[in-house]
């Protein structure tokens, strides 16, 4: 038997071995290997309904797999509950707090560390470290945040007054607080406007940082995607089409075909100041 991975061991190490999802007839996704070396970034891309979102939802518990495997740090996590993997650090965007739109920036992200010291009450059998943190170090911890994701001004606002973007920077400052070790993040860019959603790649970058944390990155924003990632994975009608580094998947006729190909266009202005083609890196159209 394979030992429980350790909430405070750094970075997590996921490995997904010939998953496969079926919904009644639909394979959404079709013998998928995918491996992230602790601490890094590695992108899922792929067409609408290629089955990406159904990968997380593997990983995280929300589906059954079909077959295959998902180990964490070499643990098989499969017959895990979705609330037993939070408490190996496995962390899905979007949290509950975003819920409350009366809530100012500030106490959203409080809340947010009550509800990590919360889980910490259940897992304080389980010996985990942080399950008894003071009020003043969970005060820090919010300052801290802040300060990191530039939200000083917004502190005092509600969430409901805030631009998407803006609320988006302050969910992923909540994941910063809830200690992810594998973050799973599902179009964290979505909605966002343009001259927002540029901020993404620093903030993106600074979130990896500060979290010190494994991250899978499902994005429609092809640029961003080459920029951040050490592995880009490229999926197509639930298999994977290519994967490699970003100049390799960039290359790959396969990857063009089944995706890159239609937003070429893109990838040549990948970096910080894209100019963003709408109409090319981001097929979504719901
Ligand atoms: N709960 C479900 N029941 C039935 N079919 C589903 C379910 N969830 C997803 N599917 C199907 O599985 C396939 C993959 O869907 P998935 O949402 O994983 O794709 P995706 O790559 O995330 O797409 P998008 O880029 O649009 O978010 C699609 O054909 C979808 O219709
Ligand atoms: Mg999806």
């Known amino acids: ?11 997590a190490r996921l490995e997904i071995d010939d998953l496969v999802v079926s919904f009644g007839g639909v394979r959404a996704v079709d013998h998928v290997t995918l491996h992230a070396e602790p601490g890094s970034i590695v ?5 609408n309904g290629s089955g990406k979102t ?13 077959s295959g495997a998902v180990r964490v740090d070499g643990a098989e996590v499969g017959d895990y509950l979705p609330e037993e993997r939070i408490s190996i650090g496995m962390v899905r965007s979007f949290q509950d707090c975003q819920l409350f739109p009366e809530l100012s920036v500030e106490d959203t992200l409080l809340l947010c560390e009550d509800a990590r010291r919360s889980v910490g009450v259940v897992s304080s059998t389980l010996q ?3 399950a008894r943190r003071s009020e003043r170090d969970k005060r820090r911890a919010v300052d801290q945040v802040v300060t990191s994701f530039g939200l000083g001004r917004f502190r005092e606002h509600r969430t409901s007054e805030l631009s998407t973007g803006t609320r988006r920077v302050v969910d992923l400052a909540s994941i910063v607080l809830s200690g992810p070790r594998l973050l799973l993040l599902d179009e964290p860019t979505a909605g966002i406007a343009q001259r927002e959603a540029e ?3 620093p903030l993106l970058r600074r979130l990896h940082e500060v979290a010190d944390t494994t991250i899978i990155l499902v994005e429609h924003d092809v640029p961003l995607v080459f920029e951040l990632c050490s592995e880009v994975v490229v999926m197509e009608t639930g298999q994977v089409v290519s994967s490699g ?10 990857a063009l075909a089944a995706y890159l190909g239609a937003s070429d266009e893109a990838l040549l202005v990948s ?3 894209r100019a963003r083609a709408e109409s090319g890196g981001n ?3 719901g």
Request: charge should be negative.
């Open 245 to 254: 580094s970003p100049d390799e998947v960039g290359r790959d006729p396969r």
């Open 1 to 11: 038997m394979s030992t429980r991975p350790d909430r405070a061991a750094g970075p």
């Open 54 to 66: 159904t990968v997380l939802d593997a990983v995280s518990g929300l589906v059954a797999p079909t």
């Open 283 to 285: 097929d979504n159209g």
């Open 199 to 201: 901020a993404f790649i």
């Open 43 to 47: 992108g899922l891309i792929g067409p």
């Open 128 to 130: 985990m470290p942080w």
């Open 271 to 273: 970096g910080p100041t």
